[in-house]
């Protein structure tokens, strides 16, 4: 009798934290939606770290051919990255990116400046935290305006990665949103 009760008991902890890992966990691959000149393209992105070094690898279907590449954020950039590449992926190039460059991540600095602040810098913009009513992979997700264009980015509050998961009004006009089932967007007024 005994042993059944362990059993259940070692079950029922098993399942409590299975549903916590699994909504702090990352998917191996999200699917980043671009809007562009009336143009909109899915990329399979998937993020990857090696020695401190993180890897964006990217795939899309055009002209029914995979078409692959990848950005790298260096240590550096990784740390104290101050802007995000805006840089078109290319079919087959590696890019790495300079010191200063992220690849739809913040840097460590911005996102610490984020958190304990309610403000960042990045392209020599200052972006100031809004709200955090949106949610994606289990996390909130950090609505940050530009106070001078009008642009906007949620960022998923996660330390370890934390993905620019939407951008919208960019100046650029390149904007995008991850999809995935986990998001949950509050509409704006």
């Given at each position: 009798m005994m042993r059944k009760y362990i059993l259940l008991l070692w079950l029922a902890?098993?399942?409590?934290?299975?549903?916590?890992?699994?909504?702090?966990?990352?998917?191996?691959?999200?699917?980043?939606v671009f809007k562009l000149h009336g143009q909109t393209r899915k990329y399979q992105m998937a993020f990857h770290e090696k020695q401190d070094t993180l890897y964006l690898n990217w795939k899309i279907l055009r002209n029914l051919r995979w078409q692959s590449g990848s950005y790298i954020t260096t240590p550096a950039g990784r740390e104290q990255g101050s802007s995000l590449c805006f840089l078109q992926p290319e079919d087959g190039v590696n890019r790495l990116l300079v010191p200063e460059e992220t690849a739809y991540v913040l840097s460590r600095k911005a996102y610490k400046e984020l958190k304990q602040q309610?403000?960042?810098?990045?392209?020599?913009?200052?972006?100031?935290?809004?709200?955090?009513?949106?949610?994606?992979?289990?996390?909130?997700?950090?609505?940050?305006?530009?106070?001078?264009?009008?642009?906007e980015m949620w960022i998923l509050d996660n330390e370890g990665l934390p993905i620019v998961w939407r951008m919208q009004n960019n100046p650029l006009n390149?904007?995008?949103?991850?999809?995935?089932?986990?998001?949950?967007?509050?509409?704006?007024?």
């Open positions: 902890m098993g399942a409590s934290m299975g549903c916590w890992a699994a909504q702090n966990v990352m998917p191996d691959t999200l699917l980043f309610g403000t960042f810098q990045f392209n020599k913009t200052t972006y100031v935290l809004k709200d955090k009513e949106s949610k994606a992979l289990g996390f909130p997700l950090l609505h940050c305006v530009d106070q001078n264009e009008g642009g390149i904007n995008w949103q991850v999809e995935h089932p986990s998001a949950v967007y509050t509409e704006l007024k």
